[in-house]
């Protein structure tokens, strides 16, 4: 089965940190762009990560020097490493694969809670 599934998300007080994991099934994250993007209650999805096969990555503002995205092909499995947390962090966190070739094929993950809170 093709997918990808982000686990990693959880309760985390302001200024803490947590690392997600997207891990990929069914498919070789090498030929495929993945990025994470962000859903707060009553917002839209917005990208918070964005990553390429060719090592370009690419953050929203709000997260630039918080955030880190990186690849690990030997483990299928793209992670995002979120430090400084903060209250407006708080969303459900979903991971998004592209392939790069045709055709086109996208996933997205089911998505993982985190939570900043004190």
């Known amino acids: 089965q093709v997918q990808v599934v982000e686990s990693g998300g959880g309760l985390v007080q302001p200024g803490g940190s947590l690392r997600l994991s997207c891990a990929a099934s069914g498919f070789f994250i090498s030929v495929y762009d993945i990025s994470w993007y962000r859903q707060a209650p009553g917002k839209e999805r917005e990208l918070v990560a964005g990553?390429?096969?060719?090592?370009?990555?690419n953050y929203a503002n709000s997260v630039k020097g918080r955030f880190t995205i990186s690849r690990h092909n030997d483990k299928n499995t793209v992670y995002l490493q979120m430090n400084n947390l903060k209250h407006e962090d708080t969303a459900v966190y979903y991971c998004?694969?592209?392939?790069?070739?045709?055709?086109?094929?996208?996933?997205w993950g089911q998505g993982t809670q985190v939570t900043v809170s004190s």
């Open positions: 990553g390429s096969i060719g090592g370009k990555v």
């Open positions: 998004y694969a592209v392939r790069i070739y045709e055709p086109r094929l996208d996933l």
